[in-house]
């Protein structure tokens, strides 16, 4: 069974930078597509970023483009996302996701999930 867990969330003013790390105990790691979304209240889940399972291909929600990088380390089995700029809109809980191969847009698209990590952005 994947097992995902998210760290790096806390509370930040507004302008500043975090860094999401999500740990994996994955069997064949190398081969999962790997995503963050986010949930803010009463707001639907959100894909924020993605990566392919060999890195060629990446997304980058629009309201967040030019302020998140993500990346993922094969040997140390995990996937990070920093962002930059933070705004009070980006509050949310953001979650790691995992699928084979390629990443996709839906919820629906992945089969494991962390527990999420608050972020919280104070204006």
């Known amino acids: 069974q994947v097992r995902l867990v998210e760290t790096g969330g806390g509370v930040v003013q507004a302008g500043d930078t975090l860094r999401l790390s999500c740990a994996a105990s994955?069997?064949?790691?190398?081969?999962?597509?790997l995503a963050w979304f986010r949930q803010a209240p009463g707001k639907e889940r959100e894909l924020v970023s993605a990566i392919n399972w060999d890195a060629s291909s990446t997304y980058y929600v629009d309201s967040m483009k030019g302020r998140l990088i993500i990346s993922r380390d094969n040997a140390k089995l995990t996937v990070d996302l920093q962002m930059d700029s933070l705004q009070p809109e980006d509050t949310a809980v953001y979650y790691c996701?995992?699928?084979?191969?390629?990443?996709?847009?839906?919820?629906?698209?992945?089969?494991?999930w962390g527990q999420g990590t608050q972020v919280t952005v104070s204006s």
């Open positions: 996701a995992a699928k084979l191969y390629n990443w996709g847009t839906a919820v629906e698209d992945y089969d494991d």
């Open positions: 994955l069997r064949f790691f190398s081969n999962y597509a």
